[in-house]
């Protein structure tokens, strides 16, 4: 992980969890994060419909060009979403960073994969550190490793291992 990004995850932690994640996703300048930044749609590795900073759904419009604060608050109403939709699954305390790279991980991954994972049923077991090495598993779209995909994940597992105090 960069200084800066670092020294922005650090920065947004007492905003909480949300605020965690969306600094991992945008990065420290708004267009150096894990998911970089498009203004209009294109389709992801795997055929995806996508715009911003990763947002998929029937509401992308296909050659509009969307505002930096349009890319914002669409990621602020993803990760509202995933938050919502993973929460109950979580059985157990677990540090904001660690909840933050977890809605980062889910951001990109989908929720479904993330309930049947293994990863999951370690954090429930109380084992962080195993769920945050089942990070490094994640690291394929379409069947293919991608590097951005090896590195975005050991920048989720040095966040999700993060104590705070």
């Given at each position: ?21 969306s600094v ?21 590795v795997?055929?995806v ?8 759904g ?23 979403t995933?938050?919502r ?19 980062s ?32 598993r994640?690291t ?12 975005r ?13």
């Amino acid at each position: 992980m960069s200084p800066a990004l670092r020294k922005s995850v650090i920065a947004a932690m007492s905003g909480g969890a949300i605020a965690i994640a969306s600094v991992l996703i945008t990065g420290p300048t708004g267009n150096d994060g894990l998911e970089g930044v498009r203004y209009q749609a294109y389709k992801d590795v795997v055929g995806v419909w996508t715009v911003c900073y990763g947002h998929a759904g029937k509401d992308i419009m296909l050659g509009k060009t969307y505002t930096e604060a349009e890319c914002r608050s669409l990621l602020n109403k993803d990760l509202t979403t995933v938050a919502r939709q993973i929460n109950p699954y979580i059985k157990t305390d677990i540090p904001e960073t660690t909840r933050g790279a977890l809605y980062s991980f889910v951001y990109n991954v989908g929720a479904g994969n993330f309930k049947t994972s293994t990863l999951l049923r370690l954090i429930n077991q109380g084992d962080t550190k195993g769920a945050c090495d089942q990070l490094r598993r994640w690291t394929y779209a379409g069947g293919v490793e991608w590097k951005g995909l090896v590195t975005r994940r050991e920048i989720e597992r040095e966040v999700c291992m993060w104590v705070q105090k």
